[in-house]
């Protein structure tokens, strides 16, 4: 059994690289940079596991290319992620930062690392799956009023819809295979800076990771699902959308107008 865990160097990915481990499965550990990167799997290696490094980083698109060399991989969990700079004038992080205060570099720079790139895994890793294989994204709900970090909202909403449109696509294709999204809540790491309690809110990466990973192996199919921690299942954006005249236009009017004769 193997499982590939992307941005596994720290945080919430390294918590669930060690929490699969100790599962039974053989670890690829992603990571951008090959020196935290092995730090890492010895930190496994010590503990028993087993744990290789595997070069993952989001930005070098064509180096993402080589991924399609493993195979056999039983988990895929798309850890890897930035919060698109959420930091203040004053250095601090704010994810309450006001949404006008993104500059498009910032847009660019978060949609390439946490869609684009996440995407390019996925693509890259789709030969490389067992044929029940789970992906499983890591990822934030996109549409509350509470904090609107812009640029890290919008990369994860264009993740999320990924998320739905290959999960539709293994369902239309009669696969095996699940991909869904698991929000695990505000969770300390170097991402926010948060400390651990605070709040009574926020838990650690190793309460997440049991978390997370509860969603992989409590038997249910999750596939096109976004799950809270809480367990409530977020299966579509917008559910006045999915009365039967929208179906009945996406099967016979859009087909009719777009479809091959
Ligand atoms: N913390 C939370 O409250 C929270 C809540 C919901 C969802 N999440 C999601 O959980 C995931 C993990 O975040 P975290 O909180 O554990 O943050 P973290 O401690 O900052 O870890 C982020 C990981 O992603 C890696 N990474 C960043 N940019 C990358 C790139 N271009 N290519 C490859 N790897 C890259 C980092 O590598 P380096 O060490 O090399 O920078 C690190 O391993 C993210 O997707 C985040 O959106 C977090």
């Keep these: 059994m193997k499982a590939l865990i992307t941005g596994a160097n720290k945080g919430i990915g390294f918590a669930i690289a060690q929490n699969l481990g100790k599962r039974g499965y053989d670890i690829l550990l992603g990571a951008r940079d090959e020196a935290r990167g092995q730090e890492a799997v010895a930190k496994l290696q010590a503990d028993g596991l087993s744990a290789t490094f595997v070069k993952v980083d989001l930005n070098d698109l064509e180096g993402l290319a080589s991924l399609s060399d493993l195979s056999d991989i039983d988990i895929l969990v798309n850890n890897a992620g930035i919060a698109g700079n959420i930091a203040t004038e004053k250095g ?17 720079e ?3 690392t946490n869609f684009l790139g996440t995407h390019a895994v996925i693509t890259n890793l789709l030969d490389s799956l067992s044929a029940d294989a789970k ?3 890591v990822t934030i709900p996109v549409s509350q009023k509470y904090w ?7 990369s994860k909403a264009a993740q999320n819809a990924m998320t739905f449109a290959f999960g539709h696509q293994f369902e239309k294709d009669k696969s095996k295979r699940q991909i869904f999204g698991i929000m695990p809540g505000a969770i300390a790491t170097d991402l926010n800076g948060a400390t651990a309690g605070e709040g009574g809110m926020v838990r650690t990466p ?3 990771a049991e978390n997370i990973t509860s969603f992989l192996f409590d038997g249910k199919n999750h596939n096109a699902e976004l799950i809270n921690f ?11 959308l999915m009365g039967k005249n929208l179906k009945d236009i996406a099967k016979n009017g859009l087909k009719r107008k777009f479809g091959k004769k």
């Design 230 to 240: 809480d367990g409530t299942v977020i299966d579509n954006y917008e559910p006045g």
């Design 148 to 154: 609107m970090p812009l640029a890290y909202v919008t």
């Design 135 to 137: 992906i499983l994204n």
């Design 92 to 108: 601090a992080l704010d994810m309450s930062k006001s949404p006008f205060d993104y500059t498009t570099a910032d847009l660019q």
């Design 206 to 208: 190793y309460e997440a």
């Design 110 to 112: 978060t949609l390439n």
